[in-house]
């Protein structure tokens, strides 16, 4: 079965268009791995077949090979795409040499795109065309100076764009850290960044980092290579969703990473699975299995085809798996509520909705029904030259970047001031005295205003939609309290209204709820958080519980949690809060339960346990799963907190099943026995201690029973 030639057209007028105007074909074709003898005619059947992008590299050793194959093609040089990719000897001054090198090996005059394979630069002090200079030990030795300050190769790739070598340049296996810093120092900016995206790394931080700031995302080993590409295929998930779309494994792989806006570069030998990779352009799969795909891909443990941080002992941990996943959330505070985007058509809903958006595309409510093209619209300027190094970031940015972190779409804020702006105030009480900003929504005409909040803050309670706005109309829906005194240290301190008006409200969950769980939210988005808020509230009430009292997950203001809850907890347990201080900071989600009953418990942290998952210590090139929730502390019946030990040390801490089956199996004892027990247990053997707990209350039950 040969591809039809409609089918080829169709394939080769698929493209994406990258920020400098320029249009790559969506699929390409990889020579990695393909020896001088095979990637002749690899290259040739990938052409035959309707390939018109073909991605080399110098370090693979077959680019003569390749270009001998596309000159016999006899297709125009004007009707491909031809990328190759700097090796790691010829970062700094060796550039131009490393170009030449492509340049002379592929017989063209010019390249489409050049990428900057790695962001690690080996030594090469003849410089000479060399793979790397070894040690003793036969790795490379890497050139540090050049591998920090990777801006110096940078500028001598933008040189190589002057001179009309490459028309376009990029980058390749570069993190969220690294390319944030790079797009810092260019002038030119990158146009892609190559990276591993497979069923194992879905990398979905990245994207949208990358979607936010223009940088479009190609996919290597987008099958899984030939590690992991039998495994992926027979996956019960993508096999599904195959069988559904009528489409095969492979097929719905592909499909699933151009939905995503994400350009595959597959590889094969053979022409049934060439035509079957061009077929799957023109396979537009259900966005709703897009998502599904996603979500399950960000629930297993990272799995690399490829990672040389240790082969090649280089200083810094090249991808720093378990950072990038959490690294929005170093952002504890001193951020705002920021408007929706006026050209999103459900701005006018979003802004009485009562949830938050901030400035990162991931956490737009409305992304679960838009393509990532729109999203990555919402939060870039318009126009391929927005990201200049003349262009300063607004004064909500540079606030942020001052401490070494950053928000994903940070280009869709306003210039900032010539002068230092009083906005943002260093201080609490400073921050506390300054007003937000005011403006006029663009859909609605509505006045509306900022609010300083923290980072990660979500509200979609009722009680949120009558603060969403500051304006008279919708602050007399709910009178706002009377400023309160927490009983603490600070017995002369008095809330502004907002302050004060949420402190009622944590009261008022604390005191009316039966049993009380804190979470640590990691990288929690506000449609994940819907999600979970709907599935909560789906939970059966048990008899008797009035229907107007549901579980609840509320992300909260733990500055003004703290003395909430010390206006609540029973006296014995104050001296527990006190040791609690340190972890019961930043953003804390609290689930409040209305009853104690077993069952309904039970399956409230069922639904938790969903959105749970283990993570790695930072740089730790280990498996781990993105985390969503993390246990912290409970307040139980009798208004007695108790502390869940170890559970900072997520890597110790089994899975919340088996938490739940220990703890549900207990809550029919008094509180003050639940107590004891957790505060007996630490890190891994906290099963352990409560299965060991439970069964003595058994034995000792009937005993009690006997002697009355």
Same mark, same amino acid.
């Given at each position: 079965?040969?591809?039809?030639?409609?089918?080829?057209?169709?394939?080769?007028?698929?493209?994406?268009?990258?920020?400098?105007?320029?249009?790559?074909?969506?699929?390409?074709?990889?020579?990695?791995?393909?020896?001088?003898?095979?990637?002749?005619?690899?290259?040739?059947?990938?052409?035959?077949?309707?390939?018109?992008?073909?991605?080399?590299?110098?370090?693979?050793?077959?680019?003569?090979?390749?270009?001998?194959?596309?000159?016999?093609?006899?297709?125009?040089?004007?009707?491909?795409?031809?990328?190759?990719?700097?090796?790691?000897?010829?970062?700094?001054?060796?550039?131009?040499?490393?170009?030449?090198?492509?340049?002379?090996?592929?017989?063209?005059?010019?390249?489409?795109?050049?990428?900057?394979?790695?962001?690690?630069?080996?030594?090469?002090?003849?410089?000479?065309?060399?793979?790397?200079?070894?040690?003793?030990?036969?790795?490379?030795?890497?050139?540090?100076?050049?591998?920090?300050?990777?801006?110096?190769?940078?500028?001598?790739?933008?040189?190589?764009?002057?001179?009309?070598?490459?028309?376009?340049?990029?980058?390749?296996?570069?993190?969220?850290?690294?390319?944030?810093?790079?797009?810092?120092?260019?002038?030119?900016?990158?146009?892609?960044?190559?990276?591993?995206?497979?069923?194992?790394?879905?990398?979905?931080?990245?994207?949208?980092?990358?979607?936010?700031?223009?940088?479009?995302?190609?996919?290597?080993?987008?099958?899984?290579?030939?590690?992991?590409?039998?495994?992926?295929?027979?996956?019960?998930?993508?096999?599904?969703?195959?069988?559904?779309?009528?489409?095969?494994?492979?097929?719905?792989?592909?499909?699933?990473?151009?939905?995503?806006?994400?350009?595959?570069?597959?590889?094969?030998?053979?022409?049934?699975?060439?035509?079957?990779?061009?077929?799957?352009?023109?396979?537009?799969?259900?966005?709703?299995?897009?998502?599904?795909?996603?979500?399950?891909?960000?629930?297993?443990?990272?799995?690399?085809?490829?990672?040389?941080?240790?082969?090649?002992?280089?200083?810094?941990?090249?991808?720093?798996?378990?950072?990038?996943?959490?690294?929005?959330?170093?952002?504890?505070?001193?951020?705002?509520?920021?408007?929706?985007?006026?050209?999103?058509?459900?701005?006018?809903?979003?802004?009485?909705?009562?949830?938050?958006?901030?400035?990162?595309?991931?956490?737009?409510?409305?992304?679960?029904?838009?393509?990532?093209?729109?999203?990555?619209?919402?939060?870039?300027?318009?126009?391929?030259?927005?990201?200049?190094?003349?262009?300063?970031?607004?004064?909500?940015?540079?606030?942020?970047?001052?401490?070494?972190?950053?928000?994903?779409?940070?280009?869709?804020?306003?210039?900032?001031?010539?002068?230092?702006?009083?906005?943002?105030?260093?201080?609490?009480?400073?921050?506390?005295?300054?007003?937000?900003?005011?403006?006029?929504?663009?859909?609605?005409?509505?006045?509306?205003?900022?609010?300083?909040?923290?980072?990660?803050?979500?509200?979609?309670?009722?009680?949120?939609?009558?603060?969403?706005?500051?304006?008279?109309?919708?602050?007399?829906?709910?009178?706002?309290?009377?400023?309160?005194?927490?009983?603490?240290?600070?017995?002369?301190?008095?809330?502004?209204?907002?302050?004060?008006?949420?402190?009622?409200?944590?009261?008022?969950?604390?005191?009316?709820?039966?049993?009380?769980?804190?979470?640590?939210?990691?990288?929690?988005?506000?449609?994940?958080?819907?999600?979970?808020?709907?599935?909560?509230?789906?939970?059966?009430?048990?008899?008797?519980?009035?229907?107007?009292?549901?579980?609840?997950?509320?992300?909260?203001?733990?500055?003004?949690?703290?003395?909430?809850?010390?206006?609540?907890?029973?006296?014995? +347990?104050? #001296? &527990?809060? /006190?040791? $609690?201080?340190?972890? !019961?900071? @930043?953003?804390?989600?609290? =689930?409040?339960?209305?009853?104690?009953?077993?069952?309904?418990?039970?399956?409230?942290?069922?639904?938790?346990?969903?959105?749970?998952?283990?993570?790695?210590?930072?740089?730790?090139?280990?498996?781990?799963?993105?985390?969503?929730?993390?246990?912290?502390?409970?307040?139980?019946?009798?208004?007695?907190?108790?502390?869940?030990?170890?559970?900072?040390?997520?890597?110790?801490?089994?899975?919340?099943?088996?938490?739940?089956?220990?703890?549900?199996?207990?809550?029919?004892?008094?509180?003050?026995?639940?107590?004891?027990?957790? +505060?007996? #247990? &630490?890190? /891994?053997? $906290?099963?352990?201690? !409560?299965? @060991?707990?439970?069964?003595? =209350?058994?034995?000792?039950?009937?005993?009690?029973?006997?002697?009355?």
């Amino acid at each position: 079965m040969h591809t039809s030639a409609a089918l080829r057209r169709a394939a080769a007028s698929s493209s994406f268009t990258l920020a400098s105007g320029a249009k790559v074909p969506k699929l390409g074709f990889g020579t990695w791995k393909l020896k001088p003898e095979e990637a002749g005619p690899a290259v040739s059947q990938a052409l035959k077949a309707g390939f018109r992008h073909i991605d080399s590299a110098w370090t693979y050793k077959n680019e003569q090979a390749t270009g001998e194959a596309i000159r016999k093609s006899g297709i125009d040089r004007k009707d491909l795409w031809i990328t190759s990719k700097l090796w790691n000897s010829f970062h700094g001054d060796n550039v131009e040499m490393g170009v030449d090198a492509s340049l002379r090996d592929l017989g063209v005059d010019y390249l489409d795109l050049y990428l900057m394979h790695w962001p690690v630069a080996f030594r090469n002090p003849k410089n000479s065309e060399l793979s790397a200079l070894k040690s003793q030990d036969g790795r490379p030795i890497e050139n540090h100076i050049l591998s920090e300050d990777l801006a110096v190769t940078w500028r001598n790739l933008e040189a190589m764009v002057k001179k009309g070598k490459i028309r376009n340049i990029g980058i390749s296996n570069f993190n969220i850290r690294r390319t944030d810093y790079l797009l810092e120092q260019a002038e030119i900016q990158p146009q892609v960044n190559q990276v591993e995206v497979n069923w194992g790394v879905p990398n979905d931080e990245l994207l949208h980092y990358c979607q936010a700031h223009q940088v479009q995302v190609q996919a290597y080993s987008p099958l899984g290579s030939s590690d992991y590409a039998e495994e992926y295929a027979q996956n019960p998930i993508i096999a599904d969703v195959a069988k559904r779309n009528n489409i095969t494994p492979a097929q719905a792989q592909l499909a699933w990473h151009m939905a995503r806006g994400i350009q595959p570069i597959t590889r094969s030998v053979r022409m049934e699975r060439l035509q079957e990779a061009i077929a799957a352009t023109q396979i537009d799969l259900p966005w709703s299995d897009v998502q599904h795909l996603t979500r399950e891909a960000e629930n297993k443990p990272i799995q690399r085809v490829v990672d040389p941080t240790e082969a090649w002992n280089v200083k810094e941990d090249i991808f720093e798996d378990g950072v990038d996943q959490t690294r929005l959330m170093n952002l504890k505070g001193g951020s705002i509520e920021v408007p929706f985007p006026h050209d999103s058509q459900d701005a006018p809903q979003a802004a009485h909705s009562g949830s938050s958006h901030y400035l990162e595309p991931r956490n737009d409510p409305f992304t679960e029904n838009k393509p990532t093209e729109a999203v990555a619209r919402f939060h870039t300027i318009a126009g391929a030259g927005a990201r200049k190094n003349a262009t300063r970031g607004s004064t909500v940015v540079q606030q942020l970047m001052s401490r070494r972190a950053f928000s994903s779409s940070r280009r869709s804020a306003a210039p900032a001031p010539s002068t230092p702006s009083t906005f943002l105030a260093t201080t609490s009480k400073q921050a506390l005295a300054t007003p937000g900003l005011v403006w006029t929504d663009g859909q609605t005409n509505a006045p509306r205003e900022t609010r300083k909040m923290n980072m990660c803050t979500v509200r979609g309670h009722r009680f949120a939609s009558s603060i969403a706005s500051s304006s008279p109309n919708h602050m007399s829906t709910v009178p706002p309290p009377t400023p309160s005194t927490p009983s603490s240290s600070r017995s002369n301190r008095k809330y502004p209204a907002r302050k004060a008006f949420l402190h009622a409200q944590y009261l008022r969950l604390l005191q009316k709820s039966q049993f009380v769980l804190f979470l640590q939210p990691n990288n929690l988005s506000v449609a994940e958080a819907t999600k979970l808020r709907a599935d909560l509230a789906a939970v059966p009430l048990p008899e008797g519980v009035d229907a107007s009292e549901q579980a609840r997950l509320t992300v909260t203001r733990t500055g003004v949690l703290r003395p909430a809850l010390r206006d609540v907890v029973r006296a014995d +347990s104050k #001296a &527990s809060l /006190a040791t $609690l201080e340190s972890i !019961l900071s @930043g953003p804390l989600a609290m =689930l409040t339960s209305p009853s104690l009953s077993p069952d309904y418990v039970s399956k409230l942290l069922g639904v938790i346990d969903r959105a749970m998952g283990n993570v790695v210590k930072r740089g730790a090139a280990t498996p781990a799963v993105n985390p969503r929730l993390v246990p912290l502390a409970a307040i139980v019946e009798g208004h007695r907190l108790v502390d869940i030990p170890g559970l900072r040390e997520v890597g110790k801490l089994p899975d919340l099943q088996t938490l739940r089956a220990q703890i549900v199996g207990l809550l029919s004892q008094p509180a003050g026995q639940i107590a004891s027990i957790l +505060s007996m #247990a &630490s890190g /891994a053997q $906290l099963a352990l201690t !409560l299965e @060991g707990r439970k069964r003595q =209350l058994e034995e000792k039950e009937p005993k009690e029973q006997q002697q009355q």
